[in-house]
């Protein structure tokens, strides 16, 4: 029970380190990201014109002069200066903000959204980097094999036990799997270019990948209720928020507006008679409402926002939809996984049985080399499999957490 507890406690620890090292990648990603600094731009644009919304219609200042001056009781009249201001209805400016906010809600999401999508996207690019790895790994444990089973054949060859056809049969096996070792050697270059591309970083840097993984004994707990939580159908909710403002705004500017002004002007004294007031200016304060009688453009931008509302909801059900599948799909596929990993193992443990008993008859002094190629091919291909099973593991693992985490 003791040995137990230290071994799962390992497998614990181990598993805290590898997802560390994930996660510091998936933050250096997401700081150096060139698409999510031009998101993040985006957002503080939205958040300038919050500032933007707060104003009011320009100052109109007017000047006349009369070029043949009326006369009145108290003297000419020289000139005219008027200054004027129009007021929004009350609650406009306030509407206006309310709807640059909602906005950079919904541009703040993109930002999420698009973090969420690269994250993914680093975590598949290093499960891919891992499982071109371990193949490697298993194509040279399994090349080791074949220069034990040659130097088998060769000692066979010695004795009259085997002919020079089965060392060369050997050795053309363990070509073929050199050759599949340096391409994947290849595949991993450009991996790890797109790796680090997806970091902005050096396209050589070394990438950390952990010597082993292994699927879990156990699943987290899933489920359908998760996905509501999913930024790209919160986008929508943010999206169907702003629409609502922009109808409030648009309620608010069709409503009155009201104007305050104050016109000078400025009279002459007569000479010719001294009336009471004579030359004295006139100040004249003045009230204005801008009334909007022909209100159908604004009913037109109402309906709109309606149908707007109408074509967002349809949105989000598809793509909800289209979520609640990848979702299904990435459950099965993750268990699919397992299931072959599984069928692997059991298959791998009874080839090397299987090898056992080949290496005992050797010792009685008879082996058959087709037999130990057949077994050392069917080897290979399980260690293969299991590789490729714990990289679609944790690749569909990788989709489900983007999905409802």
Known sequence: ?????????????????????????????????????????????????????????????????????????????????????????????????????????????????????????????????????????????????????????????????????????????????????????????????????????????????????????????NTLADLALNPELLKYDKLYESVAQSELLNQREGLPMIGFGVDYLPVSERTDAFPSDNGKDILMPMVSVSIPIFNNRYKSISKQNELRQQEINLQKDERLNVLESAFAKAISQRNQSRIAYNTQAKNLKQAKDAEQILIKNYETGTIDFNDVLDIQELQLKFELNQVESIQMYYIQSALINYLIN
């Open 1 to 221: 029970m003791k040995n137990t507890l230290i071994i799962l406690c390992l497998l614990f620890v181990s598993a805290f380190v590898k997802a560390q090292q994930l996660q510091a990648y998936i933050n250096e990603a997401q700081s150096n990201n060139p698409e999510i600094q031009a998101f993040e731009l985006r957002y503080n644009r939205a958040e300038e014109k919050v500032n933007e919304a707060d104003w009011i219609p320009n100052t109109e200042i007017s000047a006349g002069y009369f070029v043949s001056t009326p006369e009145t009781r108290t003297g000419a009249q020289r000139a005219r200066i008027g200054v004027k201001q129009m007021l929004p209805w009350f609650g406009t400016i306030t509407a206006r903000e309310n709807y640059a906010t909602s906005m950079a809600d919904a541009e703040y999401v993109e930002i999420a959204i698009a973090k969420r999508k690269l994250a993914l996207s680093v975590s598949q690019s290093y499960y891919r980097l891992y499982a071109i790895r371990a193949k490697q790994e298993v194509l040279e444990e399994n090349i080791q094999l074949l220069n034990t089973y040659e130097r088998l054949a060769l000692t066979s060859v010695e004795v009259g036990k085997a002919s020079a056809v089965d060392v060369l049969r050997l050795q053309i096996r363990q070509n073929e799997m050199q050759q599949k070792k340096e391409v994947l050697e290849e595949e991993y270059s450009a991996e790890q270019t797109v790796f680090n591309n997806l970091l902005n970083t050096d396209k050589n840097a070394l990438v950390t990948i952990p010597a082993e993984m292994n699927i879990p004994e156990i699943d987290l707990t």
